[in-house]
Each structure stands twice: as C-alpha cells, then as structure tokens.
C-alpha cells in the first residue's frame, strides 16, 4: 500500500468561492473526495493537510518522510519561501509541485518558484486534474 500525502498551503481552503474563473468552481472538500476515490482503485491511501500557516506546511513535509510521495501546491508561498523549499530538500520523498492555474500566463511574480528546483516536476494549469496527474506520476 502506497501512502501520498497531498498539502494545500494558503487560501486553497477557499476553493469554490475564491476567483472561480480562475480557480473553478469545485471545492477543496470535492478534490479530497476525487483523490481518496482515485487512490483507493490504485492501491494506495492519501492523507489530506491544508493551511493558511507557512511553519505548518513545514512541519507536514517533515511528517511525510516516509511516505512514497508528496503532491504539494504550496499557494502564494511558491514564489518566495525558502523554509518550505528547504524543508522539500530536508526529506527523502519525491515532491510533485501543482499548480490549478497557469502560472506562466499570470503576473510576472508568479513565474518564479523556488521550490522547483528540490522538486520531480511541476504540473501546472490543469485545474482539479492537475493533483491526480501528480498521483499517476508517483504510480
Ligand atoms: C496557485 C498559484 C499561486 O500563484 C497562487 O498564489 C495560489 C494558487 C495555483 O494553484 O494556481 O494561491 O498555487
């Protein structure tokens, strides 16, 4: 049995009611309810964390050290925290970063990501799918 964990940083608590014609309509509860669905046809569990909190996110990547793999859309925090980039680089497991828009076609600051670099890929612009693109690429 594999064991990913999926970490949502800042203001992803707000899907559905936050910019939907940028981040849809579905909610965070939706996307938890696809993956555990997706993860139990692949013989695998996901364990689901959020926060607005940059030290929890750090803290939930040290937890996850012994898990097969580490889907994370880290939010705003991509494009400027090195804590969470060391703490990737702190633990063993492969990350996959995802992000719901492309961030290529946004503003400039969000064209950056620091944690790339200590990251397997990104997957980026695919809306919702996106996280499962991330499990089939740990499978
Ligand atoms: C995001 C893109 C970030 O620039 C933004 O701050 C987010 C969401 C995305 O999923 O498209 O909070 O990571």
């Given at each position: 049995m594999k064991t990913f964990y999926v970490i949502n940083g800042p203001n992803l608590n707000r899907l559905g009611k936050r910019e939907p014609g940028i981040y849809g309509n579905d909610?965070?509860?939706?996307?938890?309810q696809r993956l555990t669905q997706f993860a139990s046809e692949n013989d695998s569990t996901v364990v689901f964390r959020q926060s607005n909190?940059?030290?929890d996110i750090i803290?939930?990547?040290h937890e996850a050290e012994s898990a097969t793999g580490i889907?994370?859309?880290p939010g705003a925090f991509t494009h400027y925290s090195y804590a969470i980039r060391d703490a990737i680089a702190s633990v063993p497991v492969p990350v996959v970063e995802v992000h719901i828009s492309n961030v290529h076609k946004r503003e400039s600051?969000?064209?950056?990501?620091?944690?790339?670099p200590v990251t397997e890929g990104q997957?980026?612009?695919?809306?919702?799918?996106?996280y499962e693109l991330a499990l089939?690429?740990?499978l």
């Open positions: 909610t965070l509860e939706t996307l938890e909190h940059e030290g803290d939930w990547i889907v994370i859309n600051f969000r064209h950056t990501s620091v944690i790339s997957v980026v612009g695919f809306g919702l799918n996106g089939r690429s740990f």
